[in-house]
């Protein structure tokens, strides 16, 4: 149960970065290169000058892509820590003589649970 909650979880932010990068990354690219190209087309600026602008071009599209990394790694945090937690309750519930049956079960639930609370409340 737990892998196929870490496979839909995975399915579903494939689709969501697959969805951000088509709808807004492509256009700031193109907006990037678009604002590139008009730097090079000014004959009176110096080399340094056109670099300047060329990096000004890039930076919202460079922000844009450190803001999703982030959250991706955020995300990835939480779920990783809930997940450490419930693979503690489990251990501890068979330590504490509960059958490895009922364990699975508990940490199958957990682990849902962890994957519920996080898609519901994350930003992605």
């Given at each position: 149960?737990?892998?196929?909650?870490?496979?839909?979880?995975?399915?579903?932010?494939?689709?969501?970065?697959?969805?951000?990068?088509?709808?807004?990354?492509?256009?700031?690219?193109?907006?990037?290169?678009?604002?590139?190209?008009?730097?090079?087309?000014?004959?009176?600026?110096?080399?340094?000058?056109?670099?300047?602008?060329?990096?000004?071009?890039?930076?919202?599209?460079?922000?844009?892509?450190?803001?999703?990394?982030?959250?991706?790694?955020?995300?990835?945090?939480?779920?990783?820590?809930?997940?450490?937690?419930?693979?503690?309750?489990?251990?501890?519930?068979?330590?504490?003589?509960?059958?490895?049956?009922?364990?699975?079960?508990q940490?199958?639930?957990?682990?849902?649970?962890c994957?519920?609370?996080?898609?519901?409340?994350?930003r992605?």
């Open positions: 149960m737990a892998e196929l909650q870490q496979l839909w979880v995975q399915e579903v932010v494939d689709a969501m970065v697959k969805s951000l990068e088509r709808e807004n990354i492509r256009k700031m690219q193109g907006l990037m290169f678009w604002c590139s190209t008009s730097c090079c087309d000014d004959n009176q600026a110096s080399m340094q000058q056109v670099h300047q602008c060329i990096e000004c071009c890039h930076a919202p599209l460079v922000q844009a892509q450190a803001l999703v990394i982030n959250e991706l790694e955020k995300f990835q945090d939480h779920l990783a820590r809930c997940t450490m937690h419930c693979n503690d309750k489990a251990k501890d519930s068979i330590d504490a003589g509960s059958k490895e049956l009922q364990a699975k079960q940490l199958d639930s957990c682990v849902a649970r994957v519920d609370d996080h898609m519901h409340s994350s992605l």
